[in-house]
């Protein structure tokens, strides 16, 4: 079962890595809401979002050995799993429901 419901916040990292077109680093996934999204994020609040949303299901990660310009320091590298690709499918939907019949509103057309 997938959640309910993905925040704006989550819909965009998961989009982010998805976009990324392989596995994602952080640095790739703030790189990508910045570069698309206009949207500059610390790397703390990406961090904790990415570990709320290992928790639940949604995106899962492994460890790319470290490189010297990295000190031998590992990087994590994320994916989106099924459960993700489902909950964007479902927030799509749900987006997609609402907007129905709301051109004429949105486009200023009273």
């Not at 998805?18 to 999204?37: C, F, G, M, N, P």
């Not at 460890?63 to 993700?84: Q, W, Y």
């Amino acid at each position: 079962m997938s959640p309910r419901f993905l925040g704006e916040f989550e819909q965009m990292v998961l989009l982010a890595i998805l976009q990324s077109k392989k596995k994602a680093s952080a640095i790739a996934v703030l790189r990508e809401l910045d570069d698309r999204a206009g949207r500059a994020v610390s790397r703390g609040s990406l961090y904790k979002t990415l570990e709320r949303m290992e928790a639940k299901g949604l995106l899962r990660w492994e460890a790319e050995a470290g490189s010297p310009d990295r000190g031998g320091h590992p990087r994590r590298l994320f994916e989106v799993t099924p459960l993700g690709i489902t909950a964007l499918q479902e927030s799509r939907l749900a987006l997609h429901r609402l907007w129905e019949g709301l051109d004429s509103v949105l486009e200023g057309e009273v």
